[in-house]
């Protein structure tokens, strides 16, 4: 296997799927320890509100049934994004620079003329 390139893709394809089915199985279970620790009210209830109903230190059977009867939290919408104006043009009585591509070309002695040589 370890000479065959897609075997072992295989294999660790498969060990990641058993993987994954071994976290939903044991995320189940959990779901069903809580609802059985809660009361039947708590099924209606989601992953998320049952993990931090259980992290209170005493949860009443009042507290579930007012959690099961309220409504989910509603997703806020997508904001809209504005689209940026980009760069401003700069006035004209500003004098830009650009770089040449000629100095880059010239020999190292040719680029430090004027410059002091030790």
């Given at each position: 296997?370890?000479?065959?390139?897609?075997?072992?893709?295989?294999y660790?394809?498969?060990?990641?799927?058993?993987?994954?089915?071994?976290?939903?199985?044991?995320?189940?279970?959990?779901?069903?320890r809580?609802?059985?620790?809660?009361?039947?009210?708590?099924?209606?209830?989601t992953?998320?509100?049952?993990?931090?109903?259980?992290?209170?230190?005493?949860?009443?059977?009042?507290e579930?049934?007012?959690?099961?009867?309220?409504?989910?939290?509603?997703?806020?919408?997508?904001?809209?994004?504005?689209?940026?104006?980009?760069?401003?043009?700069?006035?004209?009585?500003l004098?830009?620079?650009?770089?040449?591509?000629?100095?880059?070309?010239?020999?190292?002695?040719?680029?430090?003329?004027?410059t002091?040589?030790?």
């Amino acid at each position: 296997m370890r000479n065959n390139p897609q075997a072992r893709i295989a294999y660790l394809e498969r060990e990641l799927e058993w993987a994954n089915l071994k976290i939903k199985v044991l995320e189940e279970r959990l779901r069903q320890r809580r609802i059985q620790m809660l009361g039947p009210r708590a099924r209606t209830l989601t992953d998320l509100q049952l993990e931090l109903l259980e992290e209170e230190p005493s949860v009443s059977a009042q507290e579930v049934e007012a959690e099961a009867q309220s409504e989910p939290p509603a997703a806020k919408p997508a904001r809209e994004r504005k689209r940026h104006p980009g760069r401003r043009q700069l006035p004209e009585n500003l004098r830009g620079w650009k770089r040449s591509s000629v100095a880059r070309s010239m020999p190292s002695t040719a680029r430090r003329a004027g410059t002091k040589q030790r």
